[in-house]
């Protein structure tokens, strides 16, 4: 039996998909602060361009595990293989692992404040 996963409802990988990619500083602080300093119609840019920029990344990122059936590392080390292209691209895989990291040290830090903080 093989150990992949595989999604068994489509609403189940968009919630996922959609946590991930908005991330939480975009849904609690950031909107309540820049509107409260008058930056409404930053907030309309702002999300235009998530959505410009991460929408398009998302359905990489989605492809690229769908294709590959691996992690981000190991798919674009796939990929590249597979296409003949310059090693340099896997350094992407590389770039999303560590990006994934640092984020969920972030929000680690965050927590611990918020947790610690309440009486």
Do not use: C, D
């Not at 003949?84 to 929000?107: D, E, P």
Request: net charge positive; glycine share 12%.
């Amino acid at each position: 039996m093989s150990s992949t996963k595989i999604w068994t409802h489509k609403g189940t990988f968009l919630l996922a998909a959609v946590g991930s990619a908005v991330g939480l500083g975009n849904l609690w602080r950031f909107p309540y602060l820049t509107g409260e300093n008058g930056g409404g119609a930053f907030i309309l840019v702002y999300a235009l361009t998530i959505a410009i920029v991460g929408i398009p990344i998302l359905i990489a990122e989605t492809l690229l595990g769908r294709s590959s059936r691996k992690s981000p590392i190991m798919g674009m080390k796939h990929l590249t293989e597979s296409h003949n292209t310059s090693r340099n691209w896997q350094a992407i895989g590389w770039m999303g692992a560590l990006a994934a990291f640092v984020i969920l040290s972030f929000y680690s830090v965050i927590a611990g404040w918020r947790f610690t903080t309440q009486g």
